[in-house]
Antibody, heavy 121, light 104 residues
Framework: EVQLLESGGGLVQPGGSLRLSCVAS????????MSWVRQAPGKGLEWVSG????????YYADSVKGRFTISRDNSKNTLYLQMSSLRAEDTAVYYC??????????????WGQGALVTVSS | EIVLTQSPGTLSLSPGERATLFCRAS???????LAWYQQKPGQAPRLLIF???FRATGIPDRFSGSGSGTDFTLTISRLEPEDFAVYYC?????FGGGTKVEIK
């Protein structure tokens, strides 16, 4: 059974930093691209960042480019999102999502339960 | 940048009725990467359809997808009580704004 378990969410002040983690199980982690998708309260879905299976290629939405860094440790079956210079508009539930393919974000067949990030003073 | 526009914003129907949801892409896209998701309150999205018309694992056959280029459709042939939710289309890094299917 595929499972994705996010952690690291919480309350952070504007300008602060936070690191999200997503531990994966039930599939060959290194064989699939992974993404982070967020959802602001009461709003729709927004793709944030993606990484290829081997970690050699990374992709970012314009809204987070230069502030967020995605990475993965295939030896630990773990996906990360390092977030810095956080803004109020980054407040959202952040989902870890498994891609159906290996190379780049395409579509997502499994999702974690989400981690809430709140940016507020 | 691909913009996906979903319509209608809200669809009010009764159980047993047919639901037809639309997703328009600008500019046109390859159907190979057009997906549909269902999301219920407090839950993560669930993949329903990928590559425009292929049902994901475990998805009932009352859900079907079609379309190409700029116009895509998700059809629910007969609404079950558990189908009332928000539906999103997606192409690569872009998501549509969603269609809420509510009980009439």
């Amino acid at each position: 059974e595929v499972q994705l378990l996010e952690s690291g969410g919480g309350l952070v002040q504007p300008g602060g930093s936070l690191r999200l983690s997503c531990v994966a199980s039930g599939f060959t982690f290194r064989s699939y691209a992974m993404s982070w998708v967020r959802q602001a309260p009461g709003k729709g879905l927004e793709w944030v960042s993606g990484i290829s299976g081997r970690g050699g290629s990374t992709y970012y939405a314009d809204s987070v480019k230069g502030r967020f860094t995605i990475s993965r440790d295939n030896s630990k079956n773990t996906l990360y999102l390092q977030m810095s210079s956080l803004r109020a508009e980054d407040t959202a539930v952040y989902y870890c999502a498994k891609d159906r393919g290996a190379a780049h974000p395409s579509d997502f067949d499994y999702w974690g339960q989400g981690a809430l990030v709140t940016v507020s003073s | 940048e691909i913009v996906l526009t979903q319509s209608p914003g809200t669809l009010s129907l009764s159980p047993g009725e047919r639901a037809t949801l639309f997703c328009r892409a600008s500019p046109s896209v390859s159907g190979s990467y057009l997906a549909w998701y269902q999301q219920k309150p407090g839950q993560a999205p669930r993949l329903l359809i990928f590559s425009a018309s292929f049902r994901a694992t475990g998805i009932p056959d009352r859900f079907s997808g079609s379309g190409s280029g700029t116009d895509f459709t998700l059809t629910i042939s007969r609404l079950e009580p558990e189908d009332f939710a928000v539906y999103y289309c997606q192409h690569y890094r872009s998501f549509g704004g969603g269609t809420k299917v509510e009980i009439k």
